[in-house]
């Protein structure tokens, strides 16, 4: 499916200390076994829902649906090549 392909495995804040998002990204109607695990965290994110609420109706224009599998803090740091994942959320977002 061209959309689910389109979409880009990771979407990230190029420097900074900000929170993050795993979602599974698969299409709306069948083919429920074709999926895509994405990443996105920004540093506008006060909380992790906040993310969530800009992807969801993204993919929900492309016939996608999301389910968020957890979450975390990124520090990134692009000029030196450096990212470092820590923390744990278990983010439910109904």
């Known amino acids: 499916m061209a959309?689910?392909?389109?979409?880009?495995?990771?979407?990230i804040d190029p420097?900074?200390?900000f929170k993050?998002?795993?979602?599974?990204?698969?299409?709306?109607s069948s083919e429920p076994e074709r999926y895509r695990d994405v990443v996105r965290?920004?540093?506008?994110?006060?909380?992790?829902?906040?993310i969530f609420e800009i992807l969801d109706p993204e993919m929900q224009a492309m016939q996608l649906k999301c389910k968020?599998?957890?979450?975390?803090k990124i520090e990134h740091n692009s000029?030196?090549?450096?990212i470092r994942i820590y923390?744990?959320?278990?983010?439910?977002?109904?």
């Open 15 to 17: 420097d900074g200390v």
């Open 68 to 72: 968020c599998l957890g979450g975390g």
């Open 20 to 28: 993050y998002i795993l979602v599974r990204v698969s299409p709306a």
């Open 3 to 11: 959309g689910l392909d389109s979409v880009p495995e990771v979407v």
């Open 41 to 50: 965290g920004t540093k506008s994110a006060e909380y992790h829902n906040h």
């Open 79 to 82: 000029k030196d090549k450096k």
């Open 87 to 94: 923390g744990e959320s278990t983010v439910r977002i109904l």
